[in-house]
C-alpha cells in the first residue's frame, strides 16, 4: 500500500475509534445527576403545590365567609321568632 506501519496502526485506530462512536447515541453524553440536587427540586415542588393548596383554601374561605354570616344571621332571627310564639 506505500504506508509505514507506524501510519497504518494510526489510521487503524482512528478508524476504530470512529466505529465505537457510531454505537453510541448522538449528542453530549447526559450530565450526572446529583441525588441531593433532585431531593430538594423534589421537595421545592411538594411546598409549592402545597402553598398554592393553602392559598386557594383560604381563598375559598374568604368568599364562602360573608355567606355564612349572613346565614348565621338568619337562623337566629328565626330561632328568636320561633321563641315569642
Do not use: C, F, H
Amino acid at each position: 500500500m506505500g504506508v509505514s506501519r507506524k501510519t497504518y496502526y494510526e489510521w487503524e485506530e482512528k478508524s476504530l475509534q470512529a466505529m465505537a462512536l457510531e454505537n453510541q447515541p448522538a449528542g453530549r453524553p447526559p450530565a450526572p445527576v446529583d441525588e441531593e440536587k433532585e431531593a430538594l427540586r423534589q421537595r421545592v415542588r411538594e411546598l409549592e403545590e402545597k402553598l398554592d393548596r393553602a392559598e386557594k383554601t383560604i381563598k375559598a374561605k374568604e368568599l364562602r365567609g360573608p355567606r355564612e354570616e349572613l346565614r348565621r344571621k338568619g337562623s337566629k332571627k328565626n330561632r328568636s321568632i320561633g321563641k315569642k310564639r
